[in-house]
């Protein structure tokens, strides 16, 4: 079946903008996390969605980052008044719920530059 | 706070060669624990997952050991290839209030030269 799905696969903007990244999971797949890998480092957790609702986004760096799952499959990370320090690839995963640690399947990847 | 670190950071080796990826972590109290390759500007392919209750999985020519006790898990490599060459990332799963995530290791960049 399909994996996961990220669109755009490159995004690049000048600081200051608003921009919008977007995560498909796998159907029938309730729980969805989103990362960001900075070059040369591991992914970082960012924030994680059980159905609609985000249960876990203490690792959004600040209050320019937001996430949103409406209707709890398709899950759009939005960062506002971007800066080149937001640089990375923002990574998706969905799971089959986050109630147990089930395994996470990670999509390719957004790769985001801030000019 | 679970730290998550991965020696050594870069490693070069001959094709042929056995070798060992090594993982370790601050906090016992995980869960599952994962190996992912990454090739450059790629994302993450998962090779192999440990769970609480395992000791170690093996896929063709990786096995991977965890030891929680020891907060270490080691990825064994056999008769490498060129085509191994890729960054090594090990990750835990840990449980939180609000379900749970991933905490990943900085990688083991590997060159397996011909």
């Known amino acids: 079946g399909a994996g996961v799905s990220q669109t755009p696969s490159n995004k690049v903007t000048e600081k200051g903008k608003y921009v919008e990244l977007r995560c498909d999971p796998i159907?029938?797949?309730?729980?969805l996390y989103w990362y960001r890998q900075s070059l040369g480092q591991g992914p970082e957790f960012l924030i994680y969605f059980q159905g609609t609702g985000a249960a876990d986004d203490s690792g959004l760096p600040n209050d320019r980052f937001f996430a949103v799952r409406p209707e709890g499959s398709v899950s759009t990370l939005k960062i506002q008044r971007t800066e080149r320090g937001d640089s990375a690839v923002y990574l998706c995963a969905s799971s089959l719920t986050g109630a147990h640690p089930y395994e996470q399947y990670f999509g390719p990847g957004t790769r985001l530059t801030v000019t | 706070k679970q730290e998550v670190t991965q020696i050594p950071a870069a490693l070069s080796v001959p094709e042929g060669e056995n070798l060992v990826l090594n993982c370790s972590f601050t906090?016992?109290?995980?869960?599952?624990l994962q190996w992912f390759r990454q090739d450059p500007g790629k994302g993450l392919t998962s090779l192999l997952l440990?769970?609480?209750?395992?000791r170690e999985q093996t896929s063709g020519r990786l096995n991977a050991s965890l030891d929680k006790s020891s907060g270490r898990s080691t990825l064994y490599i056999a008769a490498s290839q060129p085509g191994d060459s890729a960054t090594y990332l090990c990750?835990?799963?840990?449980?939180?209030?609000?379900?749970?995530?991933?905490?990943f290791g900085t990688g083991t960049q590997l060159k397996v030269e011909l």
């Open positions: 440990i769970q609480s209750s395992q």
């Open positions: 906090d016992s109290a995980i869960y599952n």
């Open positions: 990750a835990v799963y840990i449980l939180t209030g609000g379900g749970n995530k991933l905490t």
């Open positions: 159907s029938g797949h309730t729980a």
